[in-house]
């Protein structure tokens, strides 16, 4: 899932909540597809967006604040 860099973007809409994989074993980045159910306890990160806007979710596995890109990749 951290194969690249530049993070994913993730744009949602006010109420709209979506599922990102914390697994790493997803086929659909940065969105939880069920692969965790394979791994041991490891849950996606549910977020419920209050406003219409965009998501930046880490694509190169090196942020400070995970699942969210906080520009490591450029480093």
């Known amino acids: 899932?951290?194969?690249q860099q530049s993070p994913y973007c993730v744009?949602?809409?006010k109420d709209d909540e979506v599922y990102i994989c914390q697994c790493g074993k997803t086929s659909k980045e940065?969105?939880?597809?069920?692969s965790h159910k394979q791994t041991d306890g490891i849950r996606p990160l549910i977020y419920k967006a209050q406003k219409d806007e965009s998501?930046?979710?880490c694509g190169c596995g090196n942020s400070a604040n995970m699942p969210w890109c906080d520009?490591?990749?450029k480093k």
Do not use: A, E, R
């Open 30 to 34: 940065p969105l939880c597809d069920g």
């Open 11 to 13: 744009d949602v809409k």
């Open 55 to 57: 998501l930046f979710v």
């Open 71 to 73: 520009g490591s990749h």
């Open 1 to 3: 899932m951290y194969s």
